[in-house]
């Protein structure tokens, strides 16, 4: 059976500092850069020779050791600890629920303080374990500004965007819950990697467009991958997005990461339905920044994702365009099957109709992740879902989420 451990029940919680709200009163030191850090280093009066050592020293305890109180800065004397603490917060969201599936998927809600926002924001971080690697799938709005008519985060207004700190703070918080860092348990049952880290890739693939927060999905993203912190490669960082075409090459750029395509369909005409920001940027644009992504080789391939809709999409000669769209360009092929929600229009393809796609656009050369035995699991879930719609298990909706966020960057 799935557990759904209820978090807002204080003896369940994991123990955390006893500061009323510290994130929402006080800035914090989490997703700044470097720059930032120093710059705070001064506004604490730190003289300025030793600002880039203690912003070392900071970044060492944040992102190395996981620490989220300044009181178990042991390297800092303990006057700059309280001297920061009374300025600053390194403490985490609270987490409001966790969800646990049969296949050791996992699922937080943690809740953010408003941030000049006027209310606080929840926000879903799932967390998939495979064969050696854990994929943790990270949102970077709450809502979005886009429409894409299959998809549920469309029919919800744009409430804001995520900060780096929040975007962040996801991945910090699955590592403390995981047993990721140093000093953290690893919870009995687990399932994660044998061997290793417990997060050993990361996607932009939970709700909002990415590239509309730009700035801080990079800051967040450097600082995840920054090699005496975090230390992900950029090969383990996939960000996913509809096509916001400017920001592709900035993505590549200035970021240097794995990129994912929500492409859906291979005609303007149907796209421009599915996913209107096609209308801006049409599949031409659209597939010639593709080819031209800075970095992009057969080592590292873009991974387009294309999600099955019964009588839609789903037909032998869209497999045909598709493979003629994506010719000369070293890609990855992601088929998802649709996962219905309450109200949306769409039915997810039948198994064989899936499996005949597949098959295609595998005799052509790309890889199709649906053979895998989780994409097995995602059958039964699928063919559930006609009689039962609107009332979608838990767990279905997990393997579901997990066959969407799995296989993506390198192993
Ligand atoms: N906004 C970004 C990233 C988040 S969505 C983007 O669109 O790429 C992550 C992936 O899930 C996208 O490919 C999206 O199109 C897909 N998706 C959204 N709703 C879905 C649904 N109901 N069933 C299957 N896939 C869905
Ligand atoms: Fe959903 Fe992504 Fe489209 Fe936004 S851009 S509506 S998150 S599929």
Same mark, same amino acid.
């Given at each position: 059976?799935?557990?759904?451990?209820?978090?807002?029940?204080?003896?369940?919680?994991?123990?955390?500092?006893?500061?009323?709200?510290?994130?929402?009163?006080?800035?914090?030191?989490?997703?700044?850069?470097? %720059?930032?850090?120093? =710059?705070?280093?001064?506004?604490?009066?730190?003289?300025?020779? &030793?600002?880039?050592?203690?912003?070392? &020293?900071?970044? +060492?305890?944040?992102?190395?050791?996981?620490?989220?109180?300044?009181?178990?800065?042991?390297? @800092?004397?303990?006057?700059?600890?309280?001297?920061?603490?009374?300025?600053?917060?390194?403490?985490?969201?609270?987490?409001?629920?966790?969800?646990?599936?049969?296949?050791?998927?996992?699922?937080?809600?943690?809740?953010?303080?408003?941030?000049?926002?006027?209310?606080?924001?929840?926000?879903?971080?799932?967390?998939?374990?495979?064969?050696?690697?854990?994929?943790?799938?990270?949102?970077?709005?709450?809502?979005?500004?886009?429409?894409?008519?299959?998809? +549920?985060?469309?029919?919800? !207004?744009?409430?804001?965007?995520?900060?780096?700190?929040? $975007?962040?703070?996801?991945?910090?918080?699955?590592?403390?819950?995981?047993?990721?860092?140093?000093?953290?348990?690893?919870?009995?049952?687990?399932?994660?990697? =044998?061997?290793?880290?417990?997060?050993?890739?990361?996607?932009?693939?939970?709700?909002?467009?990415?590239?509309?927060?730009?700035?801080?999905?990079?800051?967040?993203?450097?600082?995840?991958?920054?090699?005496?912190?975090?230390?992900?490669?950029?090969?383990?960082?996939?960000?996913?997005?509809?096509?916001?075409?400017?920001?592709?090459?900035?993505?590549?750029?200035?970021?240097?990461?794995?990129?994912?395509?929500?492409?859906?369909?291979?005609? %303007?005409?149907?796209?421009?339905?599915?996913?209107?920001?096609?209308?801006?940027?049409?599949?031409?644009?659209?597939?010639?920044?593709?080819?031209?992504?800075?970095?992009?080789?057969?080592?590292?391939?873009?991974?387009?994702?294309?999600?099955?809709? !019964?009588?839609?999409?789903?037909?032998?000669?869209?497999?045909?365009?598709?493979?003629?769209?994506?010719?000369?360009?070293?890609? !990855?092929?992601?088929? @998802?099957?649709?996962? /219905?929600? /309450?109200?949306?229009?769409?039915?997810?393809?039948?198994?064989?109709?899936?499996?005949?796609?597949? %098959?295609?656009?595998?005799?052509?050369?790309?890889?199709?992740? $649906?053979?895998?035995?989780?994409?097995? %699991?995602?059958?039964?879930?699928?063919? &559930?879902?006609?009689?039962?719609?609107?009332?979608?298990?838990?767990?279905?909706?997990?393997?579901?989420?997990?066959?969407?966020?799995?296989? +993506?960057?390198?192993?």
């Amino acid at each position: 059976m799935p557990a759904t451990i209820d978090l807002t029940d204080p003896s369940a919680r994991p123990a955390r500092p006893s500061t009323p709200r510290p994130m929402a009163d006080k800035p914090t030191l989490v997703g700044m850069n470097r %720059d930032e850090m120093v =710059a705070a280093m001064a506004d604490a009066g730190v003289p300025e020779k &030793q600002r880039k050592m203690r912003v070392n &020293q900071i970044w +060492h305890w944040l992102y190395i050791r996981g620490v989220s109180d300044f009181a178990d800065m042991h390297t @800092i004397s303990r006057d700059l600890r309280e001297n920061l603490a009374s300025r600053y917060t390194i403490a985490r969201p609270e987490i409001v629920e966790e969800q646990i599936s049969n296949d050791g998927t996992r699922k937080w809600l943690m809740r953010f303080p408003p941030r000049g926002a006027g209310r606080p924001v929840e926000v879903e971080t799932v967390y998939i374990p495979e064969e050696g690697r854990g994929t943790l799938c990270i949102s970077s709005q709450v809502g979005c500004t886009l429409t894409c008519t299959f998809c +549920h985060t469309g029919t919800q !207004k744009l409430v804001r965007n995520l900060t780096a700190e929040e $975007i962040l703070a996801q991945l910090l918080v699955a590592r403390d819950r995981l047993g990721d860092f140093p000093h953290k348990d690893t919870p009995q049952g687990a399932i994660v990697p =044998a061997e290793g880290r417990k997060v050993t890739n990361i996607v932009m693939m939970g709700m909002g467009e990415p590239l509309y927060n730009f700035d801080e999905v990079k800051k967040a993203l450097l600082i995840a991958a920054d090699g005496d912190g975090l230390a992900l490669s950029r090969r383990r960082i996939t960000l996913s997005t509809s096509g916001v075409v400017p920001g592709i090459v900035r993505t590549g750029e200035e970021i240097g990461v794995m990129l994912a395509i929500s492409l859906h369909a291979v005609r %303007d005409e149907l796209r421009d339905e599915l996913v209107p920001i096609n209308k801006k940027y049409p599949l031409k644009e659209l597939l010639e920044a593709c080819r031209t992504y800075p970095g992009v080789s057969n080592a590292r391939r873009i991974t387009f994702e294309y999600v099955m809709l !019964k009588g839609v999409n789903d037909s032998l000669s869209d497999a045909k365009e598709l493979v003629r769209l994506l010719k000369g360009i070293p890609a !990855k092929i992601n088929l @998802i099957p649709f996962n /219905p929600w /309450p109200g949306s229009n769409y039915e997810c393809s039948d198994w064989e109709t899936i499996e005949t796609f597949a %098959d295609f656009v595998n005799a052509n050369g790309y890889a199709s992740p $649906i053979r895998t035995p989780r994409g097995r %699991d995602i059958l039964a879930a699928c063919g &559930q879902l006609k009689s039962e719609s609107e009332r979608m298990r838990k767990t279905d909706r997990l393997a579901l989420e997990a066959m969407m966020i799995a296989g +993506h960057g390198a192993d």
